[in-house]
């Protein structure tokens, strides 16, 4: 009987432990951290995309546009339009703050997008010029604290809060559900300062690049537009890709 009390309570202190443990490691999570880990995971340092957005607007109707894109680094990105007809041979190029936009018919012809016209639609989709050239990483543009733990699509995430700490970035504050496991937002809120939602993202896919976990499929909503949303596809992705550097020029657009 002794023997029994001893080992039952041998089995007690190991169980207390083990708790305290992992107690301590979920108090370790900082929102620092988290944003390291899915900056690692998600931040590309060079790419090749071919990529599919489908707009749906307040009508039911549908809208597709195909493109091929090239990124180096978190501030330089080359996006060229592959479909619809009128829209094949567009180019955007991005390099820091700057971006311009190649039209060939008929104007042939280059344009330079900034100030207010960055927020604008895309195509008419839920996303703005700003938020399809964003490669920048988070832990560079915002501070975090994790406010607590939830299931979302039967995955276990960290609910994090970002607030900005620069002037220069699209969105003040931002929410998002981080997988715990594949360090991935597969939510995410984006916030005016006044607090206004104006942004709301959901991950629906993802693909496995190597040991890394990627978006493959995602659904954008602009909570001021009355249209359904748009979903942004990645159809492919090479991440071993050699880019000339002459690629990323204002002449090569043309």
């Not at 489908?54 to 996006?79: I, M, N, P, Y």
């Not at 699509?153 to 998002?176: F, I, P, Q």
């Not at 360090?183 to 984006?190: A, C, D, H, P, T």
Request: proline content about 2%; charged content about 30%.
């Amino acid at each position: 009987m002794k023997t029994l009390k001893y080992i039952t309570y041998i089995i007690l202190l190991g169980l207390i432990g083990f708790l305290g443990t992992q107690t301590s490691r979920a108090e370790e999570v900082t929102g620092e951290y988290i944003l390291k880990m899915i900056d690692d995971n998600v931040y590309l340092d060079k790419a090749m995309t071919e990529a599919t957005m489908t707009v749906f607007d307040r009508r039911g109707r549908e809208l597709s546009f195909k493109s091929r894109g090239w990124v180096k680094g978190a501030d330089t990105r080359l996006v060229e339009y592959l479909h619809p007809p009128r829209q094949k041979g567009v180019k955007m190029l991005m390099l820091e703050d700057n971006l311009w936009m190649y039209t060939p018919e008929p104007t042939d012809r280059i344009i330079t997008i900034s100030g207010h016209m960055l927020r604008q639609s895309l195509n008419g989709s839920d996303l703005s010029y700003e938020d399809m050239m964003e490669n920048s990483q988070l832990i560079k543009s915002y501070d975090a604290k994790v406010v607590g733990k939830e299931q979302y699509n039967d995955r276990e995430c960290w609910v994090v809060e970002l607030t900005a700490n620069r002037e220069d970035v699209s969105y003040h504050s931002r929410k998002m559900w981080v997988d715990t496991e594949r360090w991935l937002g597969l939510k995410e809120e984006r916030y005016a300062k006044s607090g206004k939602l104006l942004k709301r993202l959901e991950i629906l896919n993802v693909i496995k690049l190597k040991d890394r976990w990627y978006p493959k499929k995602m659904r954008f909503k602009d909570m001021l537009s009355k249209g359904k949303g748009t979903e942004y596809v990645i159809d492919k992705i090479d991440i071993d890709v050699d880019i000339p550097d002459h690629m990323f020029t204002k002449a090569s657009l043309r």
